[in-house]
């Protein structure tokens, strides 16, 4: 689909004349994608400013853009998955067993490492920070910031639980119920290890983890989770807590593991952009999620 401007207008208020049927979160895809281009270039902003005879196109998802200028065969070099790249953000997709960033052991292989390299393979200077960790059995969208005004911004929007995270599961067993939520308060102690703790115990931290089944069969289940807290095993404790353990934790009792990991995955994460403060949303299919 090919345009031109004839009036100055806001990008978004464009698509939406074009597009009037569909909903502003499936228009702001169509840009975070890559799919908008104006006069030949690739554009991500949705308050960006469409002049008078600007060359409008919209690419068919066939022949999306990749979030980037490097060719192909050095994103492969990379090592790393990107769902979505521009000047402040950088999304990829955490594989299992991975750790997001080095510990005090100073880990090499880390994904943090992964993605600095790349981006230093584009300009030297080049640096990333960590928005957010999934834990290392945990595979995923993971957010990461090209500066430091942004990495404030959104770690600011995850302490005031402003960041829309949903996770998917396969447990073992079936819950009791097809939906809930699970609160518990969390202790970490100097070992790493993680256990439930009273309300009023002072290292205590609230999880708060929402939960519903998507598919069933006699022997596992299929969750979506969406959690409030970001703590630390918050979902493998509470799939634990309802006593269907996640599928390969055999840290919090599972007794199977056929895939040969732990079965969960960060799936979709929604926030607002540091740049442009509007919301974005990034998705990732479970690689575990047909049963």
Not at 11 to 35: A, D, I, V
Not at 220 to 243: C, D, F, N, P, Y
Request: glycine share 4%; charged share 30%; hydrophobic share 35%.
């Amino acid at each position: 689909m090919k345009k031109t401007i004839t009036e100055p207008i806001i990008l978004l208020e464009f698509l939406k004349l074009q597009f009037p049927q569909t909903t502003n979160n499936k228009l702001r895809k169509m840009l975070s994608e890559g799919r908008v281009k104006i006069n030949d270039s690739v554009v991500f902003k949705a308050k960006q400013t469409l002049e008078l005879n600007d060359k409008f196109e919209l690419l068919d998802r066939s022949n999306k853009i990749l979030q980037t200028d490097k060719p192909l065969k050095e994103l492969k070099k990379s090592a790393i998955e990107i769902i979505y790249e521009d000047d402040d953000l950088l999304v990829v997709e955490k594989p299992a067993k991975l750790l997001s960033v080095a510990t005090d052991k100073l880990e090499q292989n880390t994904l943090h490492g992964k993605c600095v390299d790349y981006l230093k393979q584009q300009d030297s200077k080049s640096w990333c920070y960590i928005v957010h960790r999934l834990d290392k059995e945990t595979s995923g969208i993971m957010l990461l910031s090209k500066n430091k005004q942004s990495k404030d911004y959104l770690q600011e929007q995850f302490s005031q639980r402003q960041v829309y995270r949903i996770y998917h599961a396969m447990v073992e067993g079936q819950p009791l119920e097809q939906s809930g939520t699970v609160e518990q308060h969390l202790m970490e102690d100097k070992h790493l290890n993680i256990r439930t703790v009273n309300s009023k115990h002072k290292d205590g931290k609230l999880a708060i983890t929402h939960w519903e089944v998507i598919h069933q069969t006699e022997e596992a289940s299929l969750i979506r989770v969406m959690i409030e807290t970001g703590r630390r095993h918050q979902i493998r404790m509470a799939m634990k807590e309802l006593g269907c353990p996640i599928i390969g934790d055999k840290l919090h009792e599972a007794e199977s593991n056929p895939f040969g990991r732990i079965c969960l995955h960060a799936t979709s994460l929604e926030f607002l952009h540091p740049a442009t403060d509007e919301p974005v949303r990034f998705e990732s299919q479970p690689p575990f999620a047909k049963i």
